[in-house]
């Protein structure tokens, strides 16, 4: 049987500063997904998005890739994801990385720090802020493979690109460098490599020190603003806003402006 005692965590999970940073570790692989790591990732964003100390999640990969996409290796051989051996009658798409990054009101910032290609590449999408090194990639590669974006890329690509500039990527398979991805606005900046978690530590500390009730709504409505009518959604925004105006975080942002003070923000 295998020594799974000292076998290394495939997620990483740390707290600080109202930060949860979660670190793909397989680097020997690429950081390539399995099945475990599937469920454990799921594990992670879940925990993250249920703990109130928890304002903003840092999400990356350890070693030069932040994700190179699924294990090919064990799905041709027979194994693990792709091998045919879920049935579609069983296969629980609620509880996917993909489903659950969507539908986290807790903000998501990813840390591309090298090749993030195919499943890889969709994850990182499903992050609400990108930030890459300079180092990075993005690469579409599901039609080399013979496979399709299946975690959110058909969703997502042509709402950031727009159709034609979406089937151009998608049909052709490109990688595009970091400095492509920031033209095409599929991430926020580009950072050296060095100083990549830094930046990405200093966007989370800026995110978490606003007060977490208004910015999880805020993402919560511009969601549900993709697929609803502007007359239903400032419905939505009014059946949000009016709860907050009683929280004792409201009452602390206008009264630490008032007093021409940093705001100290509780969460409720």
């Known amino acids: ?114 090749g993030a290609a195919g499943y890889g590449m969709d994850t990182a999408l ?27 890329g058909t969703w997502f690509l042509p709402r950031m690109l727009g159709w034609e500039k979406a089937c151009e990527l998608i049909f052709t398979g490109r990688t595009l460098s970091a400095e492509d991805c920031l033209a095409e606005r599929l991430c926020a900046k580009v950072v050296s490599h060095d100083t990549l978690m830094d930046e990405a530590r200093a966007m989370a500390r800026e995110i978490a020190s606003n007060a977490p009730l208004a910015v999880q709504a805020s993402k919560r409505l511009m969601r549900m603003g993709l697929s609803e009518p502007f007359t239903e959604h400032v419905h939505h925004v009014f059946l949000q806003l009016l709860p907050l105006l009683k929280t004792e975080d409201a009452r602390e942002g206008m009264m630490a402006f008032l007093e021409k003070r940093p705001a100290a923000f509780k969460g409720r």
Do not use: W
Not at 14 to 40: C, F, K, Q, W, Y
Not at 129 to 139: N, Y
């Open 126 to 152: 499903g992050c609400d802020i990108r930030i890459m090194s300079d180092k990075a990639k993005m690469a579409a590669a599901f039609t080399k493979r013979g496979i399709l974006p299946e975690s959110g």
């Open 1 to 114: 049987m295998p020594d799974t005692a000292n076998t290394p965590a495939e997620i990483l999970y740390e707290v600080a500063n109202h930060v949860a940073t979660i670190t793909l570790n397989a680097p020997e692989r690429m950081n390539t997904i399995s099945g475990p790591m599937l469920d454990e990732l799921c594990e992670a964003l879940l925990k993250a998005d249920a703990d109130r100390d928890v304002r903003c999640v840092i999400l990356t990969g350890a070693g030069r890739a932040f994700c190179a996409g699924l294990n090919l290796e064990s799905a041709t051989k027979g194994e693990g994801i792709g091998s045919g051996a879920v049935a579609s009658a069983t296969l629980d798409l609620r509880n996917t990385p993909p489903t659950v990054l969507f539908n986290m009101d807790t903000p998501t910032v990813c840390a591309i720090n090298g």
